[in-house]
């Protein structure tokens, strides 16, 4: 059975930083893509970054290019999001997400964690 699990969200002012985390356990995901997605109020969910697990390619949404940094730690069965410069608007659910292809599309993930929020303030 496939288990992701979020950790790391949090409350954090404006222009500060945050570092989530996506436990995954259950298979292996090579050949496989990791993605975040998220979430606001009353939105539909987003695409944030996906990397595919072997590595050499990653994705991001144009709304947090240069911001946001998606990583894997394979010997951990890890994925990260690094989240820095944060503003308001990047309040959400984020969600980590398994799938078979390093695309924006949620419905190509098959695998979701059951989110950790994130809070930023101005």
């Known amino acids: 059975q496939v288990q992701l699990v979020e950790s790391g969200g949090g409350l954090v002012q404006a222009g500060g930083s945050l570092r989530l985390s996506c436990a995954t356990s259950?298979?292996?995901?090579?050949?496989?893509?990791m993605g975040w997605f998220r979430q606001a109020p009353g939105k539909e969910r987003e695409f944030v970054a996906a990397?595919?697990?072997?590595?050499?390619?990653?994705l991001y949404a144009a709304s947090i290019r240069g911001r946001f940094t998606i990583s894997r730690e394979i010997a951990r069965n890890t994925l990260y999001l690094q989240m820095n410069s944060l503003k308001p608007e990047d309040t959400a659910v984020y969600y980590c997400?398994?799938?078979?292809?390093?695309?924006?599309?949620?419905?190509?993930?098959?695998?979701w964690g059951q989110g950790t929020q994130v809070t930023v303030s101005s």
């Open positions: 997400a398994a799938g078979t292809s390093v695309v924006v599309t949620s419905s190509y993930y098959n695998y």
């Open positions: 990397i595919r697990w072997s590595g050499g390619y990653t």
């Open positions: 259950g298979r292996t995901f090579a050949g496989s893509a």
